[in-house]
Nanobody, 112 residues
């Protein structure tokens, strides 16, 4: 069983930055692919960024150049650095671990 706890969301202005964190427990963190998904108002949950077990990252086109995903295996924590936030980045951000594990989500609201 894996537990994922997200934090770092909030209400910001367009152009601001936020860093989301996802702390994992219950299983070896280092060997699993991890991702962030976003559920925008009225939409389905969609992939935003992911990192493979070997550290290779990939992003949805809309966040490339603005978001940076990283993880600290010693702290078992996944980070999503979000810069130059836009109103369309608004949504609930969920951490996902390979094997079907989801966090509870953290709300990000970007006002224009």
């Amino acid at each position: 069983q894996v537990q994922l706890v997200e934090s770092g969301g909030g209400l910001v202005q367009a152009g601001d930055s936020l860093t989301l964190t996802c702390t994992a427990s219950g299983r070896t963190f280092v060997s699993y692919a991890m991702s962030w998904f976003r559920r925008a108002p009225g939409e389905e949950r969609k992939f935003v960024a992911g990192i493979n077990w070997n550290g290779k990252t990939h992003y949805v086109d809309s966040v490339k150049g603005r978001f940076t995903l990283s993880k600290d295996n010693d702290k078992e924590t996944l980070y999503l650095q979000m810069n130059n936030l836009k109103s369309e980045d608004t949504g609930v951000y969920y951490c996902y671990a390979g094997g079907g594990y989801w966090g509870q989500g953290t709300q990000v609201t970007v006002s224009s």
